[in-house]
């Protein structure tokens, strides 16, 4: 092959190989194309979900904003609503004050207006009965005074016809003497007449007055009381505050003494660790103690005292017995009485209201026993105010049993101080009795006897010293040349002399006086 057809065997190749290349470079071109488009489509909808994402961030920025300006909120109406919660409890003690101050009130007034009406009827009756009697005396009064006024003109008539006109003149003077202190009767019996029916115009306005003001009040403490009801019946968060304080009003009157007997929401846990607070605890001695928890039920009561038929009063008075059934389980199912070692084996459920009590045990009489089974008391403020005073009454036998030995062991030191200090005024007797043998001597060998001191004094007297007093004793006058150095008449004790009692309760000897010879 010549070289010429090399060259365009070559050419054809190259021709051959460069469509071929072409061919494929179409298709790679073509691929290439779709898959930029593809890559765009893609690129696309990246854009479109990149923007999708770009506004969910920002509705997300804005609801996190709208959630932080709730919470703020939120918060600001939290410490509203503790602000108003302090206000509520606040309010509740002011109201539990007011509702006893009312009711304090309501029965002063009601007292008071009892008593007005008493009076007013007994002063209107008295008053009645006087002014009756008062006309009657008038009235006889009156007929009495026309009659003699009749009888003292005839009369006077007849003795003016008889005797003329000079004894007329003094007839007249004697008429007007015995008429005058009649007319004097009458007009001080009408005065007193007036000031009687004056006095009870006054007594009567000032009445009226009264029981208008005494009206107004109870119109006022009826609203209030109305007001402290609908109060009660809202909210039974207030119903157990006014039970509360009924409760420690009761242990307050019972005599026992807060923290010392009793214990108010002491806050206990059970071998759970729940924590419980019971309203009351009760200590008793020897480690003892009784719950008390108090439970109003009032709604359904209060309906069914207001019911206008037999079958809405019956249909409360059920709801009633449930509700006080409820409280029986509730308080049971509490476990009070196991939350100590020392605690009684039941649990006293105080109701505030005895009539509530009352109506449920009227239309349930089981429900004290079903209370007992669950081991519940049920108890009114007369039947726990009893059982109070029975434990003042323990705790006073406790005292007095743990103080017996102390009595008994100061009993004993009392009886050895007796015995003491009757020894001791036996000695003081003993030497009582020698000090008046004592003195019973001395007084001898003073006064009587030959050479008695009292004796010689008088007679230097008389020897001529100058005194200004007597002796006030009487005394044996000395002898001349009487020995006063013997023995005297009586046989005293001039040469032994006298024992006085010295400090000690012993006796020593007085010394010897020294007499003078007498002359």
């Known amino acids: 092959m010549s070289q010429p057809d090399l060259y365009l065997m070559a050419a054809i190749g190259a021709a051959v190989l460069?469509?071929?290349?072409?061919?494929?470079?179409?298709?790679?071109?073509?691929?290439?194309?779709?898959?930029?488009?593809?890559?765009?489509?893609?690129?696309?909808?990246?854009?479109?979900?990149?923007?999708?994402?770009?506004?969910?961030?920002?509705?997300?920025?804005?609801?996190?904003?709208?959630?932080?300006?709730?919470?703020?909120?939120?918060?600001?109406?939290?410490?509203?609503?503790?602000?108003?919660?302090?206000?509520v409890v606040e309010t509740r003690a002011e109201l539990a004050e007011e509702r006893d101050a009312v009711a304090a009130a309501r029965d002063a007034v009601q007292q008071q207006l009892y008593a007005l009406r008493s009076d007013h009827a007994a002063l209107r009756a008295d008053t009645d009965g006087k002014l009756a009697s008062a006309q009657r005396e008038l009235t006889a009064m009156k007929e009495l005074r026309e009659e003699m006024s009749q009888k003292f003109e005839q009369l006077a008539t007849a003795t003016l016809r008889r005797t003329g006109e000079d004894f007329s003149k003094a007839h007249t003077e004697k008429l007007t003497e015995l008429l005058t202190p009649f007319r004097e009767h009458v007009s001080r019996f009408e005065n007193e007449l007036r000031g009687v029916h004056k006095?009870?115009?006054?007594?009567?306005?000032?009445?009226?007055?009264?029981?208008?003001?005494?009206?107004?009040?109870?119109?006022?403490?009826?609203?209030?009381?109305?007001?402290?009801?609908?109060?009660?019946?809202?909210?039974?968060?207030?119903?157990?505050?006014?039970?509360?304080?009924?409760?420690?009003?009761?242990?307050?009157?019972?005599?026992?003494?807060?923290?010392?007997?009793?214990?108010?929401?002491n806050s206990q846990r059970d071998e759970h660790g729940k924590m419980w607070r019971p309203d009351v605890v009760v200590k008793m001695p020897r480690g003892k103690c009784l719950v008390i928890d108090s439970k109003v039920s009032l709604i359904a009561y209060e309906a069914a005292v207001n019911a206008e038929t037999d079958e809405d009063r019956a249909r409360h008075l059920r709801d009633h017995v449930t509700a006080v059934r409820r409280h029986i389980d509730t308080l049971a199912d509490k476990g009070y009485h196991r939350l100590d070692d020392g605690s009684v084996d039941y649990v006293l459920m105080f109701m505030p209201i005895e009539g509530a009590l009352s109506e449920?045990?009227?239309?349930?009489?089981?429900?004290?026993?079903?209370?007992?089974?669950?081991?519940?008391?049920?108890?009114?403020?007369?039947?726990?105010?009893?059982?109070?005073?029975?434990?003042?009454?323990?705790?006073?036998?406790?005292?007095?049993?743990?103080?017996?030995?102390?009595?008994?062991?100061?009993?004993?030191?009392?009886?050895?101080?007796?015995?003491?200090?009757?020894?001791?005024?036996?000695?003081?007797?003993?030497?009582?009795?020698?000090?008046?043998?004592?003195?019973?001597?001395?007084?001898?060998?003073?006064?009587?006897?030959?050479?008695?001191?009292l004796g010689q004094v008088d007679k230097l007297k008389k020897m001529g010293a100058k005194t200004s007093k007597a002796i006030p004793v009487a005394f044996d006058p000395?002898?001349?040349?009487?020995?006063?150095?013997g023995t005297d008449d009586t046989g005293g004790v001039n040469d032994t002399g006298a024992d006085q009692i010295a400090g000690d309760g012993t006796s020593r000897a007085l010394p010897r006086p020294a007499h003078e010879p007498a002359e």
């Open 18 to 87: 460069f469509f071929v290349l072409f061919l494929q470079g179409r298709g790679a071109l073509r691929s290439a194309r779709e898959e930029i488009r593809a890559a765009q489509a893609d690129i696309e909808r990246t854009g479109r979900d990149l923007e999708t994402a770009r506004k969910e961030t920002a509705e997300a920025r804005s609801r996190h904003d709208a959630l932080n300006a709730t919470h703020a909120t939120l918060g600001q109406e939290a410490a509203r609503l503790r602000t108003s919660l302090q206000h």
């Open 199 to 265: 006095a009870t115009d006054q007594e009567r306005t000032r009445l009226s007055e009264q029981i208008r003001t005494l009206t107004e009040r109870s119109d006022l403490i009826r609203t209030e009381a109305e007001n402290l009801t609908r109060a009660l019946k809202g909210e039974k968060q207030r119903q157990g505050a006014w039970g509360e304080m009924i409760l420690e009003r009761i242990l307050e009157e019972s005599g026992l003494e807060r923290g010392t007997h009793y214990e108010t929401q």
């Open 360 to 453: 449920a045990l009227r239309t349930q009489g089981d429900l004290t026993a079903y209370a007992v089974s669950r081991g519940i008391g049920v108890m009114t403020p007369t039947t726990l105010m009893v059982t109070l005073r029975t434990v003042d009454h323990i705790w006073t036998v406790e005292r007095r049993e743990s103080n017996a030995e102390d009595i008994a062991r100061r009993a004993g030191l009392l009886h050895d101080k007796v015995v003491g200090f009757v020894t001791n005024m036996e000695k003081v007797g003993t030497a009582l009795d020698t000090a008046a043998r004592a003195h019973s001597d001395a007084m001898g060998q003073l006064s009587s006897g030959s050479g008695n001191l």
């Open 478 to 485: 000395a002898e001349d040349d009487d020995d006063t150095s």
